[in-house]
């Protein structure tokens, strides 16, 4: 089978690189890649694990690039969460095990999962897609570098989808997060630090890179701040935690797809001959907004759709079965994580309680799902402080 895939960041890669082992003929559009991401960059041990097929072909690809670290490529190895209130000057650090949490270098990160899908036999094109369109008998890419035919189409495009906004429908302002903050440069660290905040309801964070911190602000897109009101928000955090005291500051901005409850009840992924994966799938952690797991889970999981009869039909079951009922629980519960009630019991929790903070390690990891979350804590010494958090979580969230 002949399929084009649209994107080369981890979904569109290790879709592609999935494909390639399995014998399909594979084309990679994309000008851009592998190019250094906005946001935090954390990658999980769960998202870590997924890729270890390719293990030999990131050491290789990072090797080239004369830098190693975690899995090959290079990364910080995560020791600790701390977790701040800066206007009442508390903290609360939350140790975190070896290999649960890593920050990489997204371009070498990318460089890795695209090295391995081309080393498997993909084709990569370093053009821009112009247009999508379905035929009769498959799908046609337009580029800026010709057209190209396929039996089967995966859109990795990204929050941006344009493979989306043709064949299915573009994300509305209300189902985008905007991520945007610094770089600050030749600075980094072995902890991430992160602050939650109710006005407008999102956290800031601080995630080090090998070479850099990555420091930012997510909110809602349609929550009434714009980019520049947020940016200048982080850039106040910068200064009062000082946190990248005299670094080189460059700015960014990114879309991320965060959607309500509502919206993975009625997800539609898929169609006859095409899907999208990843980000432009809308697969993304609606409290963490953190996207790679899902964005190699489900790159694999269309790839191995394809080789069924109804690829469409069974790549939606897979995502509806593996990935939404985890996300629309997230959903549910994300408006009461950045309430001031929830923030403040959250942080006498992890001051007070070592099973809490191991429970937010794994939260942090990947490792803690959101439907078991409220089990888990029941069953910690402190129960009634953790159950007092979650419920306050619970009632204050809004309506799905």
Same mark, same amino acid.
């Given at each position: 089978m002949d399929v084009a895939v649209v994107g080369a960041g981890p979904a569109g890669a290790w879709a592609a690189y999935t494909l390639a082992r399995r014998g399909a003929r594979v084309t990679i559009f994309d000008p851009s890649h592998p190019r250094e991401k906005p946001c935090g960059g954390g990658i999980t041990g769960r998202a870590l694990d997924l890729v270890n097929g390719a293990a030999a072909e990131a050491s290789g690809a990072a090797r080239e690039s004369g830098e190693t670290g975690a899995r090959g490529w290079p990364s910080i190895a995560i020791r600790c969460a701390r977790f701040i209130d800066s206007r009442n000057g508390q903290s609360a650090v939350v140790p975190m095990d070896d290999g649960a949490l890593v920050v990489a270098s997204r371009a070498a990160f990318d460089l890795a999962l695209l090295a391995a899908a081309e080393r498997a036999g993909a084709d990569r094109v370093a053009a821009r897609v112009t247009d999508v369109s379905l035929e009769a008998s498959g799908v046609v890419v337009d580029t800026t570098r010709g057209r190209h035919r396929a039996a089967f189409l995966i859109g990795a495009d990204g929050a941006n989808s344009l493979v989306r906004r043709r064949l299915s429908r573009a994300f509305r302002l209300d189902q985008l997060s905007v991520a945007t903050g610094f770089f600050a440069r030749d600075t980094?660290?072995?902890?991430?630090? &992160?602050?939650?905040?109710? $006005?407008?309801?999102?956290? &800031?964070?601080?995630?080090?890179?090998?070479?850099?911190?990555? #420091?930012?602000?997510?909110?809602?897109?349609?929550?009434?701040?714009?980019? $520049?009101?947020?940016? +200048?928000?982080?850039?106040?955090?910068?200064?009062?935690?000082? &946190? +990248?005291?005299?670094a080189r500051l460059d700015s960014y901005a990114w879309p991320i797809p965060s959607l309500a409850a509502r919206d993975f009840e009625t997800l539609a992924p898929a169609g006859p001959r095409w899907c999208v994966v990843g980000d432009a799938a809308g697969l993304v952690d609606p409290i963490t907004r953190e996207g790679i797991y899902f964005a190699v889970a489900s790159g694999a999981w269309a790839a191995e759709a394809l080789a069924g009869s109804r690829p469409d039909r069974e790549y939606t079951a897979r995502v509806l079965d593996d990935a939404v009922p985890e996300l629309a629980c997230a959903a549910?519960? !994300?408006?009461?994580?950045?309430?001031?009630?929830?923030?403040?019991?959250?942080? =006498?929790?992890?001051? =007070?309680? !070592?099973?809490?903070? +191991?429970?937010?390690?794994?939260? #942090?990891?990947?490792?803690?799902?959101?439907?078991?979350?409220?089990?888990?804590?029941?069953?910690?010494?402190?129960?009634?402080?953790?159950?007092?958090?979650?419920l306050t979580a619970r009632s204050s969230r809004l309506a799905p």
């Open positions: 980094t660290s072995d902890e991430i630090v &992160i602050e939650m905040v109710s $006005d407008p309801p999102g956290y &800031i964070w601080s995630f080090p890179r090998p070479d850099h911190l990555a #420091v930012g602000i997510c909110a809602q897109a349609d929550g009434g701040a714009g980019v $520049d009101a947020l940016r +200048a928000r982080s850039l106040v955090w910068i200064r009062d935690t000082r &946190i +990248a005291v005299d549910r519960l !994300k408006s009461g994580f950045f309430r001031p009630a929830f923030s403040g019991l959250m942080m =006498q929790a992890l001051q =007070q309680s !070592k099973a809490v903070r +191991a429970v937010m390690a794994d939260l #942090v990891a990947g490792r803690q799902s959101y439907r078991a979350l409220r089990r888990r804590l029941l069953a910690t010494f402190e129960w009634r402080l953790a159950a007092r958090a979650l």
